[in-house]
């Protein structure tokens, strides 16, 4: 099954890409039709982890995960097509084994087939990166203009004059916990209280 997906994988990646580059032209062409040709659009992103992040706490000095996608979806039609994704990989079975042979080697940099793109030792959750990919794959189809995020994301700081959101879970989620933390006055509600 492996060696399938291996034959596989690039026109997969390939197609993919294509698809999503006809995506990209399809927005921009329903913004001319509403009147606001060249004007920037509005996306959400977000990233997911084979493993969760906070799963090795305590366990390991790296960060748990080793691969990662990170995609951003259009948010101006009700499709919500996503436009653009970013993967992340630090495994490489060359790397592995090369390195039981005891020879030194770093990822992505060594000879021979590499399919990390990741060092080891990069940040597997490192979402600038990420959003920094993908605006340089769509820069001359759309341009962004208002991007959502979860709270801890930092994907808004790759962009120029981009108004970062807070997604309403997240955000909802995070208002709960304050208020649940602050403290009761007697003096708002008089009266007994058990």
């Known amino acids: 099954m492996q060696k399938q997906a291996n034959k596989v994988g690039a026109a997969i990646t390939k197609l993919n890409k294509a698809d999503m580059q006809k995506r990209r032209e399809n927005l921009r062409r329903i913004q001319d039709l509403r009147g606001c040709e060249g004007q920037p659009i509005a996306v959400e992103g977000d990233g997911r982890?084979?493993?969760?992040?906070?799963?090795?706490?305590?366990?390991?000095?790296?960060?748990?995960?080793?691969?990662?996608?990170?995609?951003?979806?259009?948010?101006v039609t009700s499709k919500k097509d996503i436009i653009g994704v970013y993967t992340g990989n630090k495994l490489c079975h060359t790397a592995h084994l090369l390195k039981s042979r005891g020879e030194d080697v770093s990822?992505?940099?060594?000879?021979?087939?590499?399919?990390?793109?990741?060092?080891?030792?990069?940040?597997?959750?490192?979402?600038?990166?990420?959003?920094?990919q993908i605006l340089e794959e769509i820069s001359g189809e759309v341009t962004v203009g208002a991007l959502t995020t979860d709270g801890d994301s930092r994907a808004h700081s790759a962009c120029d004059d981009v108004e970062s959101l807070r997604d309403t879970r997240h955000y909802s989620k995070a208002l709960k916990k304050q208020i649940e933390k602050a403290p009761f006055s007697g003096q708002v509600f008089p009266g007994k209280t058990k």
């Open 49 to 75: 982890y084979n493993n969760s992040l906070f799963s090795g706490g305590n366990k390991t000095l790296y960060q748990p995960a080793t691969q990662t996608v990170y995609t951003v979806a259009e948010n």
């Open 107 to 132: 990822c992505p940099e060594h000879s021979g087939i590499c399919t990390a793109n990741l060092r080891e030792d990069d940040s597997i959750g490192d979402e600038k990166r990420a959003m920094q």
